[in-house]
T-cell receptor
Framework: NAGVMQNPRHLVRRRGQEARLRCSPMKGHSHVYWYRQLPEEGLKFMVY????????ESGMPKERFSAEFPKEGPSILRIQQVVRGDSAAYFC???????????FGPGTRLTVL | AQTVTQSQPEMSVQEAETVTLSCTYD???????LFWYKQPPSRQMILVIRQEAYKQQNATENRFSVNFQKAAKSFSLKISDSQLGDAAMYFC?????????????FGKGTKLTVNP
């Protein structure tokens, strides 16, 4: 059973461009979480999704950030008009049931020039 | 809101020795989960150990064990017979068991160095 997959592993964008991060959960997992890790910091929750539904987006900035988890395909975290402060590692985690352990992907390192 | 505090930004241990990493948390919930995750230089988040608050017995996984003190809201991680591969950032995390959103709340981490 393959683990949580994230791509790309590294993404470089110039200020004002769009960043699109993808997450494929483990097989059989229908719950996806996105976290952001700033340099020298712990992970901070951004959004929790189930298939076709956003359950909790309380950690997501109100502007420029959006997330989706369609019926088919990976979950996508989209950052529009990126700024230097968006530079961070973005981690996706998945779980089979809401009460189970979350398993993390390898992360996407976003660098904004 | 729940908070997790790791008061030791850095720790070091000699190979084969034992080290304890501290974690305290604040919550008004009676049932919840606590976790320790390891993040090596590869930055992959790896689950080390998990504890359910309603279980009084401390969780153990091989050389890793916890000291869970519910009344004190303390959840320390003990690593026995430390190995070079244990060198990493260690994050303590909390998760409530009910309420619709099971997000993890992380501490800021402890950087563990293992000296040969």
């Amino acid at each position: 059973n393959a683990g949580v997959m994230q791509n790309p592993r590294h993404l470089v964008r110039r200020r004002g461009q769009e960043a699109r991060l993808r997450c494929s959960p483990m097989k059989g997992h229908s719950h996806v979480y996105w976290y952001r890790q700033l340099p020298e910091e712990g992970l901070k929750f951004m959004v929790y999704l189930q298939k076709e539904n956003i359950i909790d987006e309380s950690g997501m900035p109100k502007e420029r950030f959006s997330a989706e988890f369609p019926k088919e395909g990976p979950s996508i975290l989209r950052i529009q008009q990126v700024v230097r402060g968006d530079s961070a590692a973005y981690f996706c985690a998945s779980s089979p049931l809401v009460t189970d352990t979350q398993y993390f992907g390898p992360g996407t390192r976003l660098t904004v020039l | 809101a729940q908070t997790v505090t790791q008061s030791q930004p850095e720790m070091s241990v000699q190979e084969a020795e034992t080290v304890t990493l501290s974690c305290t948390y604040d919550t008004s919930e009676s049932d919840y989960y606590l976790f320790w995750y390891k993040q090596p230089p590869s930055r992959q988040m790896i689950l080390v150990i998990r504890q359910e608050a309603y279980k009084q017995q401390n969780a153990t996984e091989n050389r890793f064990s916890v000291n869970f003190q519910k009344a004190a809201k303390s959840f320390s991680l003990k690593i026995s017979d430390s190995q070079l591969g244990d060198a990493a950032m260690y994050f303590c995390a909390y998760r409530r068991t009910q309420g619709g959103s099971e997000k993890l709340v992380f501490g800021k981490g402890t950087k563990l160095t293992v000296n040969p």
